[in-house]
């Protein structure tokens, strides 16, 4: 009954939620849909989305209230999808009356029976599970054919105070190791170069078969010939131990690339936050990191303006980015979330004292960036290519330490490694030729 219908989706949120995109078209591919390239020449809308900021939310709503347009105008089914989906259920049908189907992240695999009864009924699927769902994906689904995301464990069991993901994604299900490595197999002889795995929290992960540990499973992917690059997000800091920097020290295929989210530099705020670690804690892992592996590129998470954080408060988080000096940052003005513990206390830092630390923060973390980029001019960096670059005849790929490079090459070397001089940069990307 989905045979011939056209789809489009449109992701809004994190890897995962990309990764979750990638499960659902697979499905529908499945069962004889086929991908549309625009959601106005297409049968089937569905959103998959993020909740969580508030920002994210905002701009669902409004994406929402401009796709009203086209329902009115066509015969399409709507469907929303992802961690708001799972959220507000049914307010989200009642805002916005026109949709087909609310449906969770843990309720996919029955997508294409809801979509085939959805011109009869409307539905809501958010129920969530204990353990995990296997949703094999179609090559043709990826959007990448050269680095492939690759779950490997959802959900969380923080809670850290000012987030929501608890509640969206539940707890922690981890994919059995045999399953994962079969993926990955399949990946390389497909031609993929490059997996990230993913998870909410990727370093806790325990095989629920055999009770492996992520450093087995990063050593037992390295092992997958036609793979040569191994890059996993997201790492909490309380979980990352000793033993895992060895091992990206010394597995070769391992990149020496670590997305470790700080939050705050704060010690009084990472306990408000229920981080469970200390700011000297977080800087003795870096300095693991940093003693064993000399080039490791390392990013982070900040939120300012978490409630009752000082101008001192901030101070200490501007600090560590001045010790640590980040290749990259990704900061977020605190905004209360529902169900999270931290939305009962009082969101106390005015919206304009949030909005400026944000910049300050930012502005200081794009001098540092500049400053790291300079120092790679005029050196050669390793990269994979993975297309032609959004500016004009270019190529672009991403170096070993995730930076995004722009380069002129005389020959087509998408999916590729090639030896890249970099010879100028700004603040958030590297350009060069093949050399
Ligand atoms: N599982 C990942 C990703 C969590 S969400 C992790 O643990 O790191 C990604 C980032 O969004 C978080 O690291 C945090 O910096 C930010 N974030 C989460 N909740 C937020 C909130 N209520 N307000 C502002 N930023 C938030
Ligand atoms: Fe959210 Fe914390 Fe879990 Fe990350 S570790 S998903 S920030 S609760
Ligand atoms: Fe957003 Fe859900 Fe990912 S809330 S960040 S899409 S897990």
């Not at 004889?32 to 297409?42: D, F, I, L, M, N």
Request: proline content about 4%; some cysteine.
């Amino acid at each position: 009954m989905l045979s011939g219908k056209s789809f489009y989706i449109q992701t809004f949120g994190c890897q995962m939620n990309e990764n979750d995109s990638e499960h659902v078209a697979s499905l529908l591919l499945k069962e004889g849909a086929v991908k549309a390239s625009s959601p106005e020449e297409s049968d089937i809308i569905l959103i998959n989305t993020c909740a969580v900021r508030e920002k994210s939310v905002e701009k669902l709503f409004s994406y929402l209230g401009r796709l009203k347009e086209q329902k009115q105008t066509r015969q399409a089914v709507v469907a929303c999808l992802g961690c708001v989906a799972q959220l507000y259920r049914e307010k989200l049908l009642r805002r916005f009356p026109y949709l087909d189907a609310v449906v969770g992240p843990a309720q996919y695999e029955v997508l294409p029976e809801i979509l085939r009864n959805s011109i009869r009924e409307k539905a809501v699927r958010t129920a969530w599970k204990r353990n995990w769902t296997e949703l094999p994906i179609l090559t043709e689904a990826r959007e990448s054919t050269v680095s492939a995301y690759v779950t490997i464990m959802e959900g969380c069991n923080n809670f850290c105070t000012y987030c929501v993901v608890p509640f969206t994604r539940g707890r922690e299900k981890y994919r059995p190791l045999k399953a994962v490595l079969k993926e990955v197999e399949e990946l390389a002889s497909r031609g993929y170069k490059e997996v990230q795995l993913l998870g909410q929290n990727v370093n806790s992960y325990r095989d629920p078969e055999t009770g492996a540990d992520f450093t087995e499973v990063l050593k037992r992917l390295a092992e997958v010939k036609g793979i040569e690059w191994i890059r996993f997000i997201t790492s909490h800091p309380k979980n990352f131990t000793l033993e895992m920097a060895r091992t990206m020290a010394s597995v070769g295929k391992i990149c020496h690339q670590l997305h470790l989210p700080l939050q705050s530099g704060s010690n009084r705020i990472l306990k408000l936050m229920n981080r469970n670690y200390t700011r000297e804690e977080y800087l003795e892992k870096i300095d693991w990191l940093k003693s064993l592996m000399p080039d490791i590129s390392l990013s982070t998470d900040i939120i300012v303006g978490f409630p009752t954080e000082t101008e001192e408060d901030f101070q200490q988080t501007m600090e560590l980015l001045e010790k640590i000096k980040f290749t990259n940052i990704f900061s977020f003005r605190y905004s209360p979330r529902p169900y999270s513990a931290a939305s009962r206390m009082k969101d106390d830092v005015p919206e304009e004292t949030k909005i400026e630390r944000l910049i300050r923060l930012q502005n200081r973390q794009k001098e540092i960036q500049l400053e790291l980029n300079r120092k790679l001019v005029g050196k050669k960096l390793r990269v994979l290519c993975l297309g032609p670059s959004k500016k004009g005849q270019l190529f672009q790929g991403r170096s070993e330490g995730y930076q995004v490079v722009n380069f002129k090459s005389q020959e087509d070397c998408r999916g590729h490694f090639v030896d890249v001089k970099i010879t100028g940069c700004g603040p958030y990307s590297l350009h060069g030729k093949v050399s």
